[in-house]
């Protein structure tokens, strides 16, 4: 049998969020999604996120920059990555060029050349296309722009 959820108040709640957001950088729709979960109501969320932004603990520019820094720095994400999941968070277009501003493009493409570099060492194929294949999907899929992508496959596999 499920335990009977706590109840809040909205100080209690405003404090619970202020905390979230003073922990680790929170969009709109991440404190949005954890005051429904402790079961505040749509009123109260609209009473509590404009009092984060007026004290600041919620900034919806200052979250683009260190998301889209952290993502790219330890996660070795590339912008293509960084922007759908911006979007996915329900961020507008100039809040999210504002966080890539964030990628200085002499690292951007130090590090898409490094990591490059390191999945061709360490893939088995013999086959040069399916090797090309492999790099090549692995870094689509942490968002790497496909032109750059390719070039760099075809750089890294020659015929």
């Known amino acids: 049998m499920k335990e009977p959820q706590k109840s809040y108040s909205v ?3 405003t404090r619970a969020a202020e905390h979230f957001c003073a922990y680790q950088e ?11 979960k402790i079961g505040m109501i749509d009123d109260a969320i609209d009473q509590i996120i404009p009092h984060l932004l007026q004290h600041n603990f919620l900034n919806e520019t200052r979250f683009a920059k260190v998301f889209a820094g ?3 720095r330890i996660k070795k994400w590339g ?3 960084i922007v759908r999941e911006l979007k996915m968070r329900g961020l507008n277009k100039r809040t999210i060029d504002i966080g890539l ?3 200085p493009d002499g690292d951007y ?5 490094s990591l490059s570099r390191k999945r061709v060492s360490q893939l088995t194929e013999t086959n040069k296309f399916k090797r090309r294949k492999k790099l ?3 870094l689509l899929y942490r968002g790497w722009e496909s032109h750059l992508v390719y070039a760099k496959a075809k750089e890294l596999i020659p015929d």
Do not use: N, P, S
């Open 101 to 103: 501003a964030e990628i």
């Open 11 to 13: 100080e209690e709640a």
């Open 26 to 36: 929170r969009c709109h729709q991440d404190v949005e999604r954890k005051l429904k």
């Open 136 to 138: 090549a999907d692995y």
């Open 79 to 81: 912008r293509v990555r």
């Open 70 to 72: 952290g993502k790219f």
């Open 109 to 113: 493409l130090k590090t898409f050349d």
